[in-house]
């Protein structure tokens, strides 16, 4: 008999809800994490810190406040690292607490200590102290989580050329600073920056950024963080990074000299299964350190499943969390559904995007007809008192079965707000719903009946010209 009914190796989302799942069907379950780590990227180095410091930005900066009080505005006047790291500190301390505490109270047991295969249903942990402990179990969950790419002709030295773990480590916060790759993050830590007043660069070698968003939506923040002085290089490569004493010199391809207090490389991440040892287990990692796995999340060995960033796409916590779940609730027979309700995704620039369905690209290229319906905040009285002018919200209807294809969010609110349209899509409603609807006034909520609206009058146009 195997020490465990269920081993998962990495407690960020995907590992945490596996061991919760599984320790609910009356299962015994064990964790193993590295030290100071519980939780994994998601709480320590990832979407937690990164969702607070944004927050404190926000706060300190009054940088969404500022239409209201001027341009000038500002909470504090010289906002320090600490003042940021306070309340980065305070959050991810409690997360941690939270996310023990759901551990033990699930009788989870929690090995502190790196995992290494043995054998395929051994795993060797160490704790990093000398001591070598091995555990078995008749299933084994991979959730070992990614960790930034980090290219070889970069001289990364953590103070002043950093990846996107560094961010939390800064010492002050930089006048200036280059941001190599416009992905989610680097765009993420571009405009929270720019927010605090750096002088932001980024540099991006593909022409165009977050092309799987709305055109227009990209368009719109680009806008924005143009006005908060950042720069775009597209169709640029940071060819090396020069350190100097005073800060670091990016050389681009093209000739380019970018002198910066800090140079974050946001390059891609690669799945940590460098140390696993992996094929003692039977198994092997792509290139990238990927897994892959079937649809139930069962690699090629039938009793262990991954989950989470170290299998690739989407790579999100939420993501994470739910394939966790499914992969324990297949290993031990109980009937679990993947949902096929599209599953949004939010982007925490500033101002924030998000989005549910399909872009009006990709309608287009597969031929899809779609009619569009718009709701800007200004419009709307939440909008006025929140003092955001900018804020879009665009319905994508089908004018054949009035169903929504996609809804698109630009401006405050917009993570939370987008849920609304996916509850729709995923209970199969039409905007005749929202157009009948009456949602609480004043709310940015409201711009789905105004989006709604919208995109129903323009459909009565094109019936009432065709007869
Ligand atoms: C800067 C940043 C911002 C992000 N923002 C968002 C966001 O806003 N929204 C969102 O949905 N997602 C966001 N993400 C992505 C999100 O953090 C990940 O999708 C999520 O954390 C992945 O969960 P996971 O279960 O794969 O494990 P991870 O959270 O990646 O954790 C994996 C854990 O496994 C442990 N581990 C690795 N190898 C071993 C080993 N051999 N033995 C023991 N333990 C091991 C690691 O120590 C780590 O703690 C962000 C990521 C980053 C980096």
């Known amino acids: 008999m195997h020490d465990y009914d269920l081993l998962v190796i990495g407690s960020g989302p995907g590992g945490q809800k596996a061991a919760i799942a599984a320790a609910k069907l009356d299962r015994r379950v064990a964790v193993v994490e590295r030290p100071a780590m519980l939780g994994g990227v998601c709480v320590n180095t990832g979407t937690i810190p990164s969702k607070t410091l944004r927050e404190a930005i926000l706060y300190l900066t009054g940088v969404d406040q500022r239409e209201i009080y001027g341009q000038s505005y500002q909470v504090k006047d010289e906002i320090t690292i600490a003042d940021l790291t306070a309340r980065t500190t305070h959050v991810v301390t409690r997360e941690n607490d939270v996310v023990r505490s759901q551990l033990t109270r699930n009788r989870v047991a929690i090995i502190p200590g790196t995992a290494k295969f043995t054998g395929p249903h051994e795993v060797e942990v160490d704790d990093g102290g000398g001591r070598l402990r091995r555990v078995t179990a008749d299933n084994i969950v991979i959730a ?111 000739g380019k000299k970018i002198p910066a207090d800090t140079v974050l490389y946001s390059a891609g991440r690669q799945g940590m299964t460098g140390e696993l040892g992996l094929d003692a287990a039977g198994l092997a990692a792509d290139d990238r350190g990927r897994i892959p796995v079937d649809e139930f999340f069962r690699t090629q060995v039938p009793h262990i499943y991954a989950v989470g960033d170290v299998i690739g796409f989407p790579a999100l916590a939420a993501t994470s969390m739910e394939q966790g779940r499914l992969a324990a609730h297949h290993a031990f027979g ?22 549910v369905g399909r872009t009006e690209d990709q309608l287009t290229e597969a031929c899809v007809p779609f009619e569009v319906g718009v709701s800007r905040y200004r419009e709307l009285a939440r909008g006025q008192i929140v003092g955001d002018s900018y804020g879009v919200l665009k319905l994508l209807v089908s004018p054949e079965n009035r169903k929504l294809l996609g809804v698109h969010v630009f401006g405050t609110g917009a993570t939370e707000l987008v849920h609304i349209g996916q509850a729709v899509m995923g209970c199969g409603g039409t905007i005749d719903y929202l157009v009948d609807a009456v949602f609480n006034y004043p709310t940015l909520a409201e711009s789905y009946k105004v989006a709604a609206l919208d995109a129903t009058n323009k459909m009565r146009a094109v019936t009432r010209m065709s007869g």
């Open 144 to 254: 070992t989580g990614t960790r930034p790419a980090r290219p070889d002709s970069v001289a990364f030295d953590d103070k002043t050329i950093i990846d996107s773990d560094g961010i939390i480590h800064l010492e002050r916060v930089p006048r200036s600073m280059v941001v190599a790759g416009a992905g989610v993050i680097g765009i993420e830590y571009a405009s929270m920056f720019a927010a605090l007043g750096t002088k932001v660069t980024v540099v991006e070698r593909r022409d165009r950024m977050l092309e799987f968003c709305d055109e227009e939506v990209v368009e719109a923040l680009k806008f924005h963080l143009r006005d908060l002085a950042v720069t775009f290089r597209f169709g640029e490569t940071v060819a090396s990074v020069e350190s100097h004493p005073e800060g670091a010199i990016a050389l681009l391809r093209s």
């Open 334 to 355: 109980e009937p679990a559904r993947a949902t096929d309700v599209p599953q949004p995704i939010g982007i925490y620039s500033i101002p924030e995007i998000s989005f």
